[in-house]
């Protein structure tokens, strides 16, 4: 085998462990749910049609919901702007439905901005950071929750993750692959693009 081949081959084998355990970290961190006392639940923001949660964020807010309701924390931050020909941020339809749904509009804030996860993550650390508070319960679906704890544990928030398990992405098996691909991509971009991101565990429990 020449030298030129061996690199290949080398390079294919590195490629691909790194891309297994990164799959494999994706799959474990979104298996669980760290839920504890907070200062703050965060909503990771979806699609909306029109004001009307689609079905990924209103899973999210369902959950978000139920630890709300738990007391986890007392306040509820929801996330998202709003795509071209919007009328309506993912934010504002969020804090709709929580508001409909018996959750106070004095335990609610909005960050309406951010059309990435990063962006949305930015955000809310000057949130957190501007009320004198530092942890905060991540609600988003499974395959996502690495990425949205290692972005959020960079911007200085002390992370827990406390993933959906109702949403479409987990309707069924091809679902659920495609979304941990995305999420590989995601991840990769991230780290290319300058983020702190590692693949050991992201959790900051004690």
């Not at 749910?33 to 209103?58: M, N």
């Amino acid at each position: 085998m020449s030298h030129v081949a061996r690199v290949a081959l080398a390079g294919f084998v590195a490629a691909t462990f790194v891309i297994g355990w990164a799959g494999f970290r994706i799959e474990e961190q979104g298996s669980r749910d760290e839920r504890r006392h907070a200062d703050a639940i965060v909503v990771l923001g979806a699609a909306q049609y029109d004001g009307r949660p689609s079905p990924v964020l209103e899973a999210r807010l369902r959950h978000a919901l139920d630890l709300y309701d738990a007391g986890i924390a007392p306040l509820l931050i929801v996330t998202g702007g709003k795509a071209t020909g919007d009328r309506t941020t993912e934010a504002s339809a969020a804090r709709a439905w929580a508001i409909g749904h018996g959750v106070p509009a004095s335990a609610i804030l909005a960050e309406d901005r951010g059309r990435t996860t990063l962006e949305s993550l930015e955000a809310v650390a000057d949130i957190l950071q501007a009320r004198g508070l530092t942890t905060a319960v991540f609600v988003s679906d499974r395959s996502h929750m690495l990425r949205v704890l290692r972005i959020a544990t960079d911007q200085g928030v002390v992370a827990w993750g406390s993933p959906t398990t109702t949403g479409p992405a987990d309707a069924d098996l091809d679902r659920r692959l495609e979304a941990i691909a995305h999420e590989l991509g995601a991840l990769a971009v991230y780290f290319v693009g300058g983020g702190h991101l590692v693949l050991e565990d992201s959790s900051t429990n004690p």
